[in-house]
């Protein structure tokens, strides 16, 4: 299975910033496309932000559309997500996940049999 390190959580005020990184670990970033999702206490698993491995194309969950920001560093073999203006509702862990989709599908979809650690995002004041 491919393997993800997530990192960069933490705990955060409301209004508050992050940046959070995905290193791909034993597999080659650039071959695929990349989506971050969080689940939050109680809930199932939301992706928010996907990215394509071709032209760096994007898609948001209307949830996080205007405040959270996916890059990648092919070179670096890492995913990252930029988080601003961060709410309480965005409290919850998030999660990377690699696979051969369009952006919309990708995030979308959430029937992955492997989930990494991921990294804890609490937003409370």
């Known amino acids: 299975q491919l393997q993800f390190v997530e990192s960069g959580g933490g705990l955060v005020q409301p209004g508050g910033s992050l940046r959070l990184s995905c290193a791909a670990s034993?597999?080659?970033?650039?071959?695929?496309?990349i989506g971050w999702f969080r689940q939050a206490p109680g809930k199932k698993h939301e992706g928010v932000a996907c990215?394509?491995?071709?032209?760096?194309?994007?898609y948001y969950s209307d949830s996080v559309a205007g405040r959270f920001t996916i890059s990648r560093d092919n070179a670096k073999n890492t995913v990252y997500l930029q988080i601003n203006s961060l709410k309480p509702e965005d409290t919850g862990f998030y999660y990377c996940?690699?696979?051969?989709?369009?952006?919309?599908?990708?995030?979308?979809?959430?029937?992955?049999?492997?989930w990494g650690q991921g990294t804890q995002v609490t937003v409370s004041s």
């Open positions: 996940q690699a696979d051969s989709l369009s952006v919309r599908d990708m995030c979308v979809k959430t029937a992955y049999d492997y």
């Open positions: 034993g597999f080659t970033l650039a071959n695929f496309d």
């Open positions: 990215i394509s491995r071709s032209d760096g194309s994007t």
